[in-house]
C-alpha cells in the first residue's frame, strides 16, 4: 500500500504532454495476438494494468519486451490457450483476450476477470457476442470454456454499446469466414484506434467511431508499426486540477474534439478554454460555478471516467451541482471521501448532489477506485493542510506518476 501526501493550496500552472491512452493500449496489446509478425507500439503507457496485460501476454508465450521507449510484441510463439487466474483477476481488460485468442487458436479459458471496485461489472455482452459468432461458451464453476472451431460471420446486435464487447467481437471477427457487422457499436475513439491499428495488421475494419462497424478477413502483412492515441482521461483530469485550483495548464498532445463534453463543463463552470491543432489550455476562475447537471454517457456524451475529477470540481464549486452515473452502479465511492474533507453531498442510487463548499480541509481519505482516487488527489490540492490519499498504487494504474506531473505543474506531493 503505497500513500500520496498532498500539501493543499497549490495553483497548477504550466504545460503538460498527453501520454498514450491506458484504454486503447489495452485491448491494442490483446489484438497483438493476431498479428502474424511482430509488431512495434509507440507511445505504449507504463501503467500497472498495461504491465499486467504484459505478463499475461507473456503467460500465452508471447515475447513482450521494451526496446527504449517502443514496446516490441512477438506473438508468433504463442500457444497457450489458458489464462492464469491470478492475472485476469488483476485487471479487467483480460476479457479482451478472449475475442483475440478465439480468434487465433480457436479456444480459450478464462475466469471472471477483476477490475476497479465500481459495481458489478457483467461479462454477458462478451458472451453473447461470441456466441453470435458461433464460438460455443460453457460456463462451469466460474470458468468459461470458449471454443471457437465454428467461428462464422455474423450480424451482431449489442444491448448495449458496451466498449469492451465491442472490441472483442472486433477481434473475433478478424478471423471469421465472411463480412461481421456490430450493430449498437461503442463510439469511443480508442475503438476507433483499435480499428486503425487492426487495419495495420492487413484486417479489414471499417466503421469505428460510428455505431455500425464492418469487419472482414484479410491477410496480415509482415509487421505493423503503431502509436497509441493519447489519453483523453488522464488530459481531462489534469485541466479539470486547473478548474479546481485556478490555475492555468496546457495539454499538448491532445485534440479539443477527445474532450468535447468534458470542455463544454470547464466552459459552463467558469473555465477559460483555449485548444490549437494538438493542445487543450483551461485557465480556471477563482472559483469555479456550480454544474447544474452532469450526466455520464456513452461517447460522444460525458465520460464515466471524468465524473469523480467532476465531482471533486462541484464540491469546491459555488452553489449546488447535480451529477447522475449512468454507466456504472456504484460509482461514487469518493462522495464520501470528499466529505471527509469538509465537502457536502448526498448520493442517492446514481444521483449525487453536490454543494458546494468554500473551503476544503485535508485529511486522511482512501482511494476505492482509480479515477475516484485522482478526483482526491485534485481535491487536496485545494485543501487547507495536508491530506494523506491511500492507495494510491490504485491511482497507478491509470496514472504513471500522478505526482510527478502535478508536481511539475507546481503542486506538492509526496508518496511515502
Ligand atoms: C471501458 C473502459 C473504462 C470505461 C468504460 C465506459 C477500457 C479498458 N475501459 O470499460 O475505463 O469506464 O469503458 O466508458 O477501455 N456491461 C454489461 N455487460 C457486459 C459489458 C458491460 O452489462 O458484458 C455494462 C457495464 O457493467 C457498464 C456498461 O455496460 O455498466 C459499460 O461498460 P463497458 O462499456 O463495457 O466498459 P468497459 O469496456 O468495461
Not at 503505497?2 to 497548477?12: A, K
Not at 496489446?29 to 502474424?36: I, Q
Not at 501476454?57 to 514496446?71: D, I, N, P, R, T
Not at 506473438?75 to 492464469?84: L, T, V
Amino acid at each position: 500500500m503505497s500513500q500520496l501526501i498532498v500539501t493543499g493550496g497549490s495553483i497548477l500552472n504550466g504545460e503538460i504532454n498527453a501520454p498514450g491512452a491506458k484504454n486503447a493500449a489495452l485491448p491494442i496489446l490483446a489484438a497483438t495476438l493476431l498479428a502474424k509478425e511482430p509488431v512495434c507500439l509507440n507511445g505504449c503507457p507504463k501503467l500497472g494494468d498495461v504491465k499486467n496485460m504484459i505478463k499475461l501476454m507473456q503467460s500465452l508465450g508471447c515475447k513482450v519486451f521494451w526496446e527504449g521507449e517502443a514496446l516490441i510484441v512477438d506473438s508468433r510463439s504463442a500457444q497457450c490457450h489458458e489464462m492464469p487466474d491470478h492475472l485476469l483477476k488483476a485487471i479487467r481488460s483480460s476479457i479482451f483476450l478472449l475475442g483475440p485468442m478465439v480468434a487465433r487458436f480457436k479456444k480459450a479459458i478464462a475466469t471472471s476477470p477483476g477490475g476497479c471496485d465500481i459495481g458489478r461489472r457483467p461479462i454477458d455482452l462478451h458472451i453473447k457476442a461470441l456466441r453470435s459468432l458461433g464460438v460455443v461458451i460453457d460456463e462451469r464453476h466460474g470458468t468459461l470454456y470458449c471454443d471457437g472451431e465454428n467461428l462464422r460471420a455474423a450480424t451482431i446486435h449489442l444491448d448495449y454499446p458496451s466498449v469492451g464487447a465491442t472490441e472483442n467481437a472486433m477481434m473475433a471477427a478478424v478471423a471469421a469466414n465472411g463480412e461481421t457487422i456490430i450493430q449498437n457499436a461503442a463510439r469511443e475513439p480508442e475503438v476507433v484506434d483499435l480499428q486503425e491499428f487492426l487495419c495495420k495488421l492487413g484486417y479489414h475494419v471499417q466503421g469505428a467511431g460510428s455505431s455500425e462497424i464492418c469487419v472482414r478477413p484479410g491477410c496480415a502483412p509482415k509487421s505493423a508499426k503503431h502509436t497509441i492515441m493519447r489519453d483523453r482521461i488522464v488530459a481531462g483530469t489534469y485541466l479539470c486540477g486547473a478548474a479546481i485550483t485556478g490555475g492555468d495548464v496546457c495539454v499538448r498532445g491532445i485534440h479539443k474534439e477527445l474532450l468535447g463534453s468534458v470542455l463544454s463543463k470547464l466552459h459552463e463552470c467558469g473555465c477559460e478554454v483555449e485548444t490549437g491543432r494538438d493542445y487543450v489550455r483551461a485557465i480556471g476562475p477563482k472559483r469555479p460555478q456550480e454544474l447544474k447537471r452532469v450526466e455520464t454517457l456513452p461517447y460522444p456524451g460525458f465520460p464515466t471516467d471524468m465524473q469523480a475529477q467532476m465531482f471533486a470540481l462541484c464540491t469546491v464549486a459555488e452553489g449546488t451541482s447535480v451529477i447522475v452515473e449512468n454507466v456504472f452502479e456504484n460509482r461514487f465511492h469518493h462522495a464520501a471521501e470528499l466529505s471527509r474533507m469538509g465537502g457536502e453531498n448526498s448520493v442517492n442510487g446514481s444521483i449525487a448532489v453536490i454543494r458546494g463548499v468554500k473551503k476544503l480541509t485535508g485529511a486522511l481519505v482512501d482511494a476505492w477506485d482509480l479515477r475516484g482516487g485522482a478526483a482526491l488527489v485534485l481535491a487536496a490540492l485545494r485543501a487547507e493542510g495536508e491530506t494523506i490519499v491511500r492507495g494510491a498504487q490504485i491511482i497507478d494504474r491509470g496514472y504513471e506518476a500522478i505526482e510527478r506531473d502535478l508536481n511539475a505543474l507546481g503542486a506538492t506531493i509526496v508518496r511515502a
